[in-house]
């Protein structure tokens, strides 16, 4: 079933059901700031399950563009090294404001998953919130799950909440085995979480207390790609249909005969997934008029059109990446999203500025090498201050120093650069602190943010680059 047919699947079911089928909203959340991205389906319908008076149907269903890069949701790091997270994703989403409550939920998506998608039950498992024994009981007494595959989980994993504010409350997840070998000694890699539903009961405050919900609704989130990867015999959502129109052209784009370029297969792998993801995700923001800049929402797509620039020069691509698939995207995605077509000049142009002012920085950067080699340093050895000073205040990143070096018989003192750069992240993280008061939330959500980067050890200057791919697990 490609990802076209799920979208349909999806919404014919929750139509014939009594839904009605919404357009996604923008993934820069209109009047909202409290949040950075769309990072779920329910994000737009906030108010309405607050006020489900006034919403405009009871019952309604969609599929969502959704970004997970920056704030509360940040899978970022995650992109490339797991085969099932995106900063860009899709969810299809079906929601009730007061219709119904847990109870014809749970029954409507067991009859979705079993019937529709047609997977086998032993290859499902639902989890619920341990102190939500109405839920159990649903699923057992009702459903007629066996017990066995019912599992009671904490609140980290079973208590949905969109932010620090708003709609909240327990949950039940549904989960594919994948019984992949790679994956089966791991609980949590070899079940794969594909829908979430959420009773959603209570409202948090901006003192952090929760109050009960006058009228309880339902809010429901299944992401597309996981979905297509399992009724597409893969374990690997970069392996599902539309990602592969990107990545074969990706591949078609590495140097002949070099298709991994500097690093190994596995890192290869790794960057094209990258490439895949960031694509989609910088389109789709330019497409709303996210354009890349040192602050807010611009600064977190700068981010990730270099991290896609960067994974391309890993893989031996020294021009622009991004803008040159976006034909492939177009391909890929654009009968479900006219606007990739609508606004391909703007998207190309924007794709396309950046990306070339990035490589003029990694360019300046191998010109600043050459003089380093020239000065004819007797150890060959790249200071660890030479190495950060390329990273920090020119953008350029630490393994492409060391590749460079490599070619040319250097070697570079990294034992030197991660001191200096541990003493740059103290320094840094303690100016950030002080300014972390009297903020707006997107603000704070983004300074959150470049803390974690700081601790994931990413210069918060804008000229620093960005996560780096190869310090990560392989999933
Ligand atoms: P995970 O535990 O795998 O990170 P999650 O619990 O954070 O997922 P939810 O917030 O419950 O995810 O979102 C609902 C659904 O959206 C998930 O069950 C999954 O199918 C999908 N989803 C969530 N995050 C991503 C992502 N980064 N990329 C792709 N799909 C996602
Ligand atoms: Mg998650
Ligand atoms: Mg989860
Ligand atoms: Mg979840």
Redesign the pocket.
């Known amino acids: 079933m490609s990802a076209s047919d799920i979208r349909q699947r999806y919404t014919d079911y929750f139509v014939k059901n009594g839904h009605t089928l919404m357009p996604s909203a923008d993934i820069v959340p209109r009047n909202d700031a409290t949040l950075l991205f769309s ?2 389906g329910m994000v737009p319908f906030k108010q309405f399950f607050l006020n489900p008076a006034t919403a405009p149907h009871k019952m309604v269903t969609t599929v969502q563009k ?1 970004v ?1 890069a920056g704030g509360k ?1 940040n ?1 970022l790091d ?2 490339g090294f797991t085969p ?4 860009f ?1 899709e ?1 299809l989403g079906n929601f009730s404001f007061g219709a119904y409550s847990k109870r014809e939920i749970i029954h409507m998506a067991w009859k979705f998953v079993r019937q529709e998608l047609k997977m086998p039950e032993d290859r499902l498992r639902v989890t619920v919130l341990e102190t939500d024994d109405e839920a159990y009981d649903i699923w057992k007494n009702e459903v007629g799950v066996d017990p066995r595959r019912i599992v009671r989980c904490g609140a980290e ?1 079973n208590f ?1 909440s969109m932010g620090s504010e708003g709609p909240c409350g327990p ?1 039940s ?1 549904i989960f594919w085995d994948t019984r992949d070998p790679r994956y089966m000694e791991s609980d949590d890699e070899r079940w794969l ?4 539903l959420v009773f959603m009961q209570f409202h948090r405050g901006a003192d952090g207390k929760l109050r009960p919900l006058d009228t309880p609704c339902v809010d429901t ?3 597309l ?3 297509a990867s399992i009724l597409q015999g893969k374990v690997n ?1 970069f392996d599902t249909d539309e990602f592969q129109v990107i990545i074969r052209d990706i591949d078609a784009r590495c140097s002949p005969g070099q298709s991994s370029g500097n690093v190994d297969l596995a890192k290869a792998l790794a960057c094209k997934r990258i490439i895949a993801d960031h694509l989609r995700a910088s389109a789709f923001l330019i497409s709303e008029g996210v354009f890349p800049s040192n602050i807010g929402r611009g600064y977190v797509l700068r981010r990730i059109i270099r991290r896609a620039v960067r994974a391309g020069r890993l893989l031996g691509i020294n021009d622009s990446v991004l803008s040159a698939l976006y034909p492939s995207l177009e391909l890929a995605m654009g009968a479900a999203y006219p606007e990739l077509m609508e606004r391909r000049q703007l998207i190309v142009s924007v794709l396309e500025s950046e990306e070339k002012m990035f490589l003029r920085t990694l360019d300046k950067g191998l010109v600043l090498l050459e003089g380093i080699f020239a000065s004819g340093n007797s150890q060959r050895l790249v200071s660890g201050a030479d190495a950060f000073s390329l990273y920090d205040t020119h953008g350029f990143p630490l393994d492409l120093t060391e590749i460079i070096a490599r070619d040319s018989g250097w070697t570079v003192d990294v034992e030197a650069f991660a001191k200096i750069q541990r003493q740059s992240r103290e320094r840094n993280k303690a100016s950030w602190k002080g300014k972390l008061t009297k903020q707006d939330s997107v603000a704070r959500e983004i300074e959150a943010t470049c803390l974690e980067w700081e601790e994931a050890g990413v210069s918060s200057q804008f000229s620093g680059y960005d996560v780096d791919p190869e310090a990560k697990p392989t999933a």
């Open positions: 990072s779920a959704c997970r949701h899978d995650q992109v099932r997270h995106h900063t994703f969810m994993d949905w949950s997840e979480e594909f829908w979430n989130g299944m992401g790609e996981r979905v959502n």
